[in-house]
């Protein structure tokens, strides 16, 4: 790569150890929408939906968007409703209560939504198992689409139409696609039926779809899809949109984060998604949805603060919730290797906040887990996260069709469900036993790959940007890892909530400083915090941090090692 289409050889190291090709490097480096793009029309009803929302459109009807309450729920309900009052209309985004309605659409909000006078919904994000629900809408004379990307089973529900790449009808093979990535072909293909029908003209100019990459950027990174094809095209134009600085509701999230420069996909899943999710998980579900679909500065800021508030006080929550399943999982694993999935729950614990307690179990333990909060009926709602080559979702719907839980669904990486307390014994042992063969496998991989070897004083700010070329990172396509050998810990602190930061040095140059997040109380903050003054292997992701027009390497620390007595 670095001969032939010169390219800096870090970034071909970087490229090569992806899997991207010599021939393929160029165009990896400089993705095109244009050229990653296919035609919506591969995707089963995708004509259907845009014809329906075409002639909703013309007959100026009253048009409801029902939503999910996480990032890319809100990422999709917003894309549709600019597009929509673009045209002229003025639609309803509706976002359902976490706690009181749970995930996706439900009987009651159909006929609230029917009664006042709505004629079409459009479903983001959710409604491919809702069978009931869009049954109870259909009889209540409403027309239904489904948007969604959630596995599908062999019972799809009464819409009019269903885009969904996972449905088994579907060949597009667009499965690696999130909701927003696929609101956005939704949105091309009823822009296109519109100018084929001669909306356009006289006054009425199309739309600029690709301002509102945008929010499809934030979606699919903070859904943590593949950055991969075309969602990594999504993404890499997405960012650039977000440094023109046309969405309010995004700056004033920028404001209230205290982020300073560009934003970055480390920024969006990181820093702006938990503030979004804030609101689903503990708060008014409908914030986020609402704050990316305004242009009123004065009222995304309102919401940026609120939305701020909301996230400090699931911090709080998740700290305390987090120390008890750690124990319990502890308590359970004692000596030996412990089950193949982690289960635990309590009564005490907010059902907005399981998701992440199963995150950042599956992260300590590095197996799939589960998180319930147990109402005092016995039922409770869990959220589980998976590692890679685990199906999770697969395997909660199997544990449906088996009648041991009330329902669930997901994708490969996470699922929810809703069990009775009276049938944990029965969910354990079904999903040891489906699932102990891949976790077994997925567990054997236990090193780290490592890109590159590099000193403290080689991690610089340009060195770093010249990196950032083979981004835009995240899943599929993971940050650069590099090993920093036999680096002395100058020294060692706990700042903010339980992160260790701390400085690493040759000896001879510049320092670099590094942070190990949400470790201290873990085996990696405490060998850190141990090793002030002492020699380290350090392995981490690099990047730049911006302050006060000032450019400073930093590296966020994943795994350390001690050096051999002798080297």
Not at 368 to 389: D, E, M, V
Not at 433 to 457: F, H, R
Not at 458 to 479: D, K, N, S, Y
Request: net charge negative; proline share 5%; with cysteine.
């Amino acid at each position: 790569m670095a001969q032939r289409h010169e390219i800096p050889d870090l970034v071909s190291r970087v490229l090569a150890g992806r899997g991207v090709g010599v021939d393929d490097a160029p165009t990896f480096l400089t993705p095109s929408i244009r050229a990653l793009m296919p035609d919506p029309s591969v995707l089963t009803d995708m004509d259907a939906v845009a014809a329906r929302i075409a002639d909703a459109i013309a007959a100026a009807e009253k048009v409801a968007i029902f939503g999910d309450y996480d990032v890319d729920g809100a990422t999709s309900s917003a894309l549709l409703a600019r597009f929509l009052r673009e045209q002229g209309l003025d639609p309803t985004i509706y976002i359902p209560d976490r706690i009181f309605e749970g995930y996706g659409p439900n009987s009651e909000a159909m006929r609230v939504l029917a009664s006042a006078g709505h004629t079409l919904i459009v479903t983001v994000d959710c409604g491919t198992t809702s069978i009931e629900a869009i049954a109870t809408a259909r009889e209540a004379g409403l027309d239904v689409l489904v948007v969604d990307h959630h596995q599908a089973g062999s019972e799809l529900p009464p819409a009019n139409a269903l885009v969904n790449p996972n449905r088994q009808d579907d060949l597009s093979g667009l499965n690696q696609l999130c909701a927003v990535g696929l609101t956005f072909m939704t949105v091309i293909a009823v822009n296109r039926l519109l100018r084929m029908r001669g909306w356009y003209g006289a006054g009425r100019a199309e739309p600029d779809l690709l301002a509102w990459l945008d929010l499809v950027a934030l979606g699919t990174v903070c859904d943590v899809v593949p950055l991969t094809g075309l969602n990594r095209a999504y993404v890499a134009k997405g960012l650039a949109a977000m440094a023109r600085g046309g969405n309010p509701g995004l700056a004033a999230l920028a404001e209230v984060s205290r982020i300073h420069g560009a934003l970055t996909t480390y920024h969006l899943g990181f820093m702006i998604g938990p503030r979004i999710n804030a609101g689903g998980r503990i708060g008014q579900a409908a914030l986020g949805a609402r704050l990316l679909a305004s242009d009123d500065p004065a009222e995304c800021a309102q919401i940026a603060a609120e939305l701020e508030t909301l996230n400090q006080g699931r911090q709080t929550l998740e700290t305390a919730m987090l120390e008890e399943a750690i124990a319990e999982v502890e308590a359970e694993i004692g000596a030996g290797e412990g089950p193949p999935i982690l289960i635990s729950g309590s009564e005490r614990w907010h059902p907005g906040i399981v998701g992440l307690i199963a995150a950042r179990l599956k992260e300590r333990f590095r197996r799939p887990a589960f998180a319930i909060a147990f109402q005092t009926n016995g039922t409770g709602t869990g959220s589980g996260r998976s590692i890679l080559g685990v199906d999770l979702g697969r395997a909660v719907r199997l544990a449906v069709e088996r009648g041991i839980l009330l329902k669930g669904g997901g994708h490969a990486m996470a699922a929810g469900m809703t069990v009775e307390k009276a049938r944990l014994g029965d969910l354990r042992a079904f999903l040891a036993e489906t699932l102990a063969a891949p976790v077994g496998k997925a567990m054997e991989e236990t090193g780290l790959p490592v890109d590159a070897a590099m000193t403290a004083s080689g991690a610089t700010a340009e060195m770093i940007e010249m990196i950032e070329r083979a981004g835009p990172f995240g899943a599929g396509h993971p940050e650069p890892v590099f090993a920093f050998p036999a680096h002395r810990v100058a020294y060692a602190e706990t700042v903010g909530n339980g992160h260790v930061r701390f400085s690493l040095s040759t000896g001879a140059g510049p320092t670099l400083k590094a942070i190990a997040f949400k470790a201290a109380d873990a085996p990696l903050g405490r060998a850190i915090l141990a090793g002030r003054g002492m020699p380290l292997h350090v392995a981490g992701t690099l990047s730049v941090d911006q302050w006060q027009g000032r450019r400073q390497p930093s590296l966020k620390v994943i795994d350390i090692a001690e050096p051999a007595a002798q080297f």
